[in-house]
């Protein structure tokens, strides 16, 4: 029915789009996808549905628009409970929505590493390795994934900036995530990307690596390494 219509518009290279997305996928939800030029090129559609950040992604439901990454993870848990990306006691649903609000505040240091040079890069460099090392020592610790045996709501918040992050490293010409440094989110890493639904749903990183460093030439005005 055109009232459950499922359509997502987003981008092949955001790593907020593919939050959506593996929940999207995990739930076994069919949808629509709508590619988004979002940095230079919005749609009327995307500025009509979100009108107030003009950001992707959006997910619309029935000709109704949710915005924002995780505030869609959790509609989208919320409309179909099956396969739940969270924990059914109170208190773990708390600290796993804990951890999810950490890394949205904690992640965009990454992108300012990206998109900065001199302090604030430097700043961005140590922000963003506190925050590697709070998810392995306090998040993480002896589990398999956040959410424990399965993916759950934190791994999918955590994921994009995982994989995103060695696109950025080898743009910046640095390397943060070291696997001595790091060795419980390394091996979470891997174990990440090796469940059908991620590995199915992951960008190229050729292509990634290539459009990255057109956008950080043009922020930066200079030719990346």
Request: charged fraction near 30%.
């Amino acid at each position: 029915m055109a009232d459950d219509q499922v359509k997502l518009h987003g981008s092949w290279v955001s790593l907020y789009s593919f939050r959506v997305i593996w929940a999207l996928e995990i739930k076994g939800i069919s949808y629509e996808s709508i590619e988004e030029d979002f940095l230079y090129n919005k749609s009327q559609l995307l500025l009509q549905y979100n009108p107030v950040h003009k950001k992707i992604p959006v997910l619309v439901h029935g000709g109704k628009p949710v915005c924002e990454s995780m505030i869609i993870v959790e509609y989208i848990e919320e409309t179909w409970p099956h396969n739940p990306l969270l924990p059914r006691d109170p208190y773990e649903r708390a600290l796993a929505r804990f951890w999810v609000k950490f890394v949205d505040d904690k992640g965009p240091a990454i992108w300012r590493m990206f998109k900065s040079r001199g302090k604030e890069h430097e700043k961005a460099k140590t922000e963003s390795l506190e925050m590697l090392r709070t998810m392995e020592q306090h998040a993480l610790g002896d589990k398999k994934f956040f959410g424990g045996d399965e993916i759950g709501i934190v791994d999918i918040a955590f994921g994009g900036f995982a994989y995103w992050l060695g696109v950025v490293e080898e743009v910046v010409g640095l390397k943060l995530f070291e696997d001595q440094a790091f060795p419980r989110l390394h091996a979470w890493s891997n174990d990440f990307k090796q469940v059908s639904v991620t590995k199915r749903n992951l960008p190229d990183p050729h292509r990634m690596l290539v459009f990255y460093k057109d956008v950080r030439e043009k922020l930066l005005g200079f030719t990346s390494s």
